[in-house]
């Protein structure tokens, strides 16, 4: 019988994203830092020779790996890399900056490698590079982000997935969504009782799985000034404000619905001239929630998916297309999504 070390012991493993963006490239500058932590990269190794070579004679060299396992041998100040089976060929040579299925089809399967690794006890957290959902469509993969597709894999054997929740933060707010990869005005016809209540449960569970035992949970309202009463809007009054009431008679300290202009200023934790009021705050849709935490600094900002039997993080930014295949790619919010996911997985095991 097969044994692994402990998780603490265990390795980041790191999605290499789109091979047409900038993900191979942050990867890698992330990766070249005597302060990195433990890490697999799983992606195309000629993909990412293509992204070293943008970084000049500073690239560390890479080790590719025939298993996960052989990543004890890989010396120091070598990036260690596995290529997951199922990936297309010819990714070297994917123009930079464009859709393609081929780009599409080796993110969906560095994913599904990195769930498979974590459930069979080799890793201790998922670190997710950029993917670009178009390309995912092109390529037939049925989920239109990451956080659906980790939502799916992470299902039991014939099990139902597990509810899960979207959270963008960084040093000084954190926003968990009700909604998020949706038209908005799908959003708000599936906005419900159960839908807000569930997200509180989630993000209070999750702050207890990081060490927070009783965090402190603001509310954002849906319509201006949180409904105004009912003039401006009825969702606080039919569904919000009660979800908020059940939470709070479960021992969970949630409060509002506030009015979303105004509560992200009161959550931002910027001390010691702004402690923040709150530790969380649960918005209803995408971009009433993300937008505060991206005006902070993208730089800083870690994408989290809660809910889900392991830790997953992220950075807050896309495959910036524009900028591909330049070498000028900042890789500030990797290394925020690889210092948050060894922090959360260290206080979950």
């Known amino acids: 019988m097969q044994t692994h070390p402990p998780q603490a012991q265990q390795p980041l493993l790191v999605t290499m994203g789109d091979p047409a963006g900038i993900g191979p490239e942050i990867v890698l500058r992330a990766l070249m830092r005597e ?4 890490a697999l990269v799983l992606g195309c190794p000629q993909a990412l020779r293509r992204a070293s070579a943008l970084l000049g004679e500073s ?3 890479m080790a590719v790996l025939e298993s996960p396992a052989d990543l004890v041998a890989c010396p120091p100040r070598c990036i260690p890399v596995w290529a997951p089976p199922g990936l297309p060929e010819g990714l070297e040579s994917l123009p930079w900056g464009q859709v393609d299925e081929r780009a599409g089809r080796a993110a969906a399967v560095c994913i599904e490698a990195a769930v498979r690794l974590l459930q069979q006890g080799t890793g201790r957290a998922i670190v997710t590079a950029p993917i670009h959902k178009e390309a995912l469509s092109a390529a037939g993969v049925p989920f239109p982000g990451h956080t659906e597709m980790l939502q799916a894999l992470a299902a039991p054997p014939g099990g139902e997935p597990p509810p899960v929740r ?4 960084n040093e000084e707010l954190k926003v968990v969504l009700v909604t998020i ?3 908005l005005r799908r959003a708000l016809e599936v906005l419900d009782f159960e839908g807000v209540l569930s997200t509180i449960r989630i993000a209070h569970q999750a702050a207890a799985a990081w060490g927070q035992a009783a965090p402190r949970i603001a509310v954002a309202g849906l319509n ?3 409904g105004e009463g009912g003039l401006f809007g ?3 009054k039919r569904y919000i404000a009660p979800a ?3 939470a709070r008679d479960e021992g969970i300290d949630a409060r509002g619905p506030f009015a979303p202009d105004t509560v992200f200023m009161r959550a931002r934790h910027a001390p010691p001239r ?3 009021e709150f530790d969380l705050v649960v918005a209803m849709t995408h971009d009433h929630g993300l937008i505060p935490v991206k005006y902070l600094g993208v730089e800083e900002g870690v994408n989290v998916t809660l809910g889900l039997p392991f830790v997953r993080t992220s950075p807050d930014h896309g495959t910036a297309f524009d900028i591909a295949g330049r070498g000028v790619a900042d890789d500030a919010s990797l290394r925020a999504a690889l210092r948050m996911a060894l922090a959360l997985s260290a206080s979950a095991g």
Do not use: I
């Open 35 to 38: 302060d990195a932590p433990a």
């Open 59 to 61: 690239a560390w060299p």
């Open 166 to 169: 979207m959270m963008l933060a």
């Open 181 to 183: 990869h949706m038209a």
């Open 224 to 226: 201006p000034h949180a």
């Open 234 to 236: 009825d969702e606080e």
């Open 244 to 246: 908020v009431q059940a």
């Open 274 to 276: 702004h402690p923040g």
